[in-house]
């Protein structure tokens, strides 16, 4: 069993539509959990970041993280044809520097 | 700031030749990390330096890869000889938080 799943899509939505895109982990120890965004043929762009458990929200992204199950959410409101993306989650246990990395979801929007 | 650079973006040689990749780390970043992307395996952690020192390289996959950091500033991955299978994009990050990195856009390396 891999220390993080992350369904690999693609998912195709319309424009507009709120998009809720998941990770599982296995590892408690866990303490940073991140997602990025990666376009075609482009390096992985830090998109949000969130310490323990709770919510963050910038802008059209909201990020939820459920500690007690394991269980990390981005959320993408009013969904855009620019957001058609790979969404890599990432996280850490903040010792040894090594982020475990899902294996991505692709999204589409289409307009 | 650039951000991380990297180069070259792409990358084509011959089974055997030597690669050597390259990086230029955020200014003021402590941490620097290598790291591959394949389809099958996804992004994998080859190496990273803190303060230009290695401190974790269990994921070189074997003795043809080697990474260095001479200074603050600059940052080699090399692959002699090189194989098919190394084919992949390989990504340079920098953080000064450690587990918040930011990615370079990675050099795409095709070993024929």
């Known amino acids: 069993q891999k220390e993080v799943e992350q369904d690999p899509g693609p998912l195709s939505v319309p424009e507009g539509a709120i998009v809720s895109l998941n990770c599982t982990y296995s590892n408690s120890a866990f303490q940073y959990f991140m997602w990025y965004r990666q376009y075609s043929r482009k390096g992985p762009e830090l998109l949000m970041y969130t310490y323990s458990s709770g919510n963050k929200e910038d802008g059209r992204f909201t990020a939820q993280v459920d500690k007690s199950s394991k269980y990390i959410s981005l959320f993408i409101r009013d969904s855009q044809p620019s957001d058609s993306a790979t969404y890599l989650c990432?996280?850490?246990?903040?010792?040894?520097?090594?982020?475990?990395f899902g294996q991505g979801t692709e999204l589409s929007v289409k307009p | 700031d650039a951000g991380v650079i990297q180069s070259p973006r792409h990358e084509v040689t011959e089974m055997g030749q030597e690669v050597t990749l390259r990086c230029k780390p955020i200014?003021?970043?402590?941490?620097l990390f290598w790291y591959r992307q394949t389809m099958m395996r996804g992004l994998e952690l080859l190496i990273y330096?803190?303060?230009?020192?290695?401190?974790?390289d269990s994921g070189m996959p074997e003795d043809r890869f080697s990474a260095k950091m001479p200074n603050a500033s600059f940052s080699t991955l090399k692959i002699q000889p090189s194989e098919p299978r190394d084919s992949a994009v390989y990504f340079c990050a920098s953080s000064f938080q450690r587990d918040i990195q930011y990615f370079g856009a990675g050099t795409r390396l095709s070993v024929l």
């Open positions: 330096f803190n303060n230009n020192v290695p401190i974790d």
């Open positions: 200014s003021g970043h402590d941490y």
């Open positions: 990432a996280m850490s246990n903040n010792q040894g520097g090594k982020l475990i």
